[in-house]
């Protein structure tokens, strides 16, 4: 163990590879445990495959894995990296731009604020204290006049004066300003990925009252049911509160655990059998784990908890019991010992975890990964 648990922090794998802090610098090293980058770095993030942003005496460059300079110290900081289009928000002279992997300005310097969050094709950027949209060639498709905005991938949820409301790509008003809350059911999906051909349904609190309905994409309140609140976060089922009571519901409002079933529910978690599951407290706190018809899998006197993480790859869960992270799956067996203080777990052959104050990776059977402290991989 002395071998595996070494670390201040440490980054998750992707792919191959993985940045770590060893004392005060950062360096990487893949899954073979060997180093790849000596940890002489006061910052190092992998951004794309082999490249990383790397941070020393103060200046931020782009490297690769060879520590060649890819892009070089002339801008005031590296915002943000979206992998996926590598593409990376850069800041100079107090604005922002964006540029690609290569060091090409792609979005000219004009902005206040350039949003992590936009979809493939748009950006929300800021300008002169308004949000609008552009396309990845600086064309202006939704103007500066919104106070702020969510994109799908064909409509935005956008605020103005206060109040939310729906326009699509032209800037055609869909939902009137008419909301205070404007959010859609995202059944496991982020909102960049949710097209109005989806028939999307969205949970919307009117203007002046306390409560919250479901709508449609024609502002039409789907069912009758009007809720003191629907907590969204979760896959196909919401936890819904009603006078003070919690159940669960569909996007459409039905309602698939009963009212005061459970004194409270967690969100819901897909695993691959097809089985929803989730976290659900009794008038005493405890917490067992039901599936999406209510039943009970795991009873309340287990002694598991979620604390607020509880994740599911594949057909398996990670759970806290007795203030140890581990993982069991769907038939109680535990894959990975309860002994760690935190587990960053997303079913990679390594996952990062924290024990006895240092961090260290094992694999999805706990077994820890041996660190080589000596070699230097070049």
């Known amino acids: 163990m002395e071998k595996c648990f070494i670390f201040n922090e440490v980054q998750p794998f ?10 005060s610098r950062w360096g990487a090293i893949n899954k073979s445990g060997e180093w790849v980058i000596k940890p002489h770095y006061q910052s190092l993030v992998l951004i794309y495959e082999n490249l990383f942003i790397c941070n020393r005496n103060n200046k931020e460059y782009i490297i690769d894995k060879d520590e060649k300079v890819i892009i070089p110290f002339i801008y005031d900081s590296l915002a943000y990296i979206n992998r996926n289009k590598r593409l990376i928000i850069v800041e100079k002279n107090s604005k922002l731009g964006v540029i690609n992997f290569q060091g090409e300005v792609i979005i000219p310097f004009d902005y206040d604020f350039i949003s992590s969050e936009s979809n493939d094709d748009y950006l929300i950027v800021q300008k002169d204290n308004y949000f609008g949209c552009i396309d990845m060639n600086n064309k202006i498709f939704l103007p500066f006049e919104f106070n702020n905005i969510e994109l799908g991938k064909d409509f935005a949820i956008v605020e103005k004066d206060r109040f939310y409301g729906i326009v699509d790509f032209n800037g ?49 309140q789907i069912c009758e049911q009007v809720f ?15 006078d003070f009571k919690y159940c669960a519901i569909d996007r459409f409002g039905n309602i698939k655990i009963p009212l005061g079933k459970f004194h409270g529910i967690d969100p819901f978690y897909k695993l691959d059998n097809g089985t929803y599951v989730s976290m659900a407290q009794n008038e005493k706190y405890q917490e067992a784990l039901i599936n999406q018809d209510g039943e009970i899998l795991i009873p309340f006197d287990a002694g598991y908890k979620n604390n607020g993480f509880m994740y599911t790859r594949g057909n398996t869960i990670l759970m806290n019991k007795d203030n140890k992270f581990g993982v069991i799956d769907i038939d ?16 990679n052959d390594f996952n990062g975890a924290l024990k006895n104050g240092k961090y260290g990776y094992i694999d999805n059977h706990g077994k820890p990964l041996e660190i080589e402290n000596i070699k230097y991989k070049r």
């Open 14 to 23: 992707y792919k191959d590879l993985a940045t770590v802090k060893l004392g």
């Open 172 to 220: 055609n008003q869909i939902i009137p300003y008419d909301y205070e809350k404007l959010v859609p059911f995202e059944e496991g999906k982020d909102t960049n990925k949710i097209s109005l051909s989806d028939n999307p349904t969205f949970i919307a609190h009117r203007k002046y009252e306390s409560n919250v309905i479901i709508i449609n994409k024609d502002n039409k």
């Open 228 to 242: 003191d609140d629907i907590f969204e976060l979760g896959e196909e089922y919401y936890q819904a509160r009603i």
């Open 332 to 347: 109680k067996n535990v894959l990975i010992p309860f002994e760690y203080d935190w587990l960053f777990y997303d079913g």
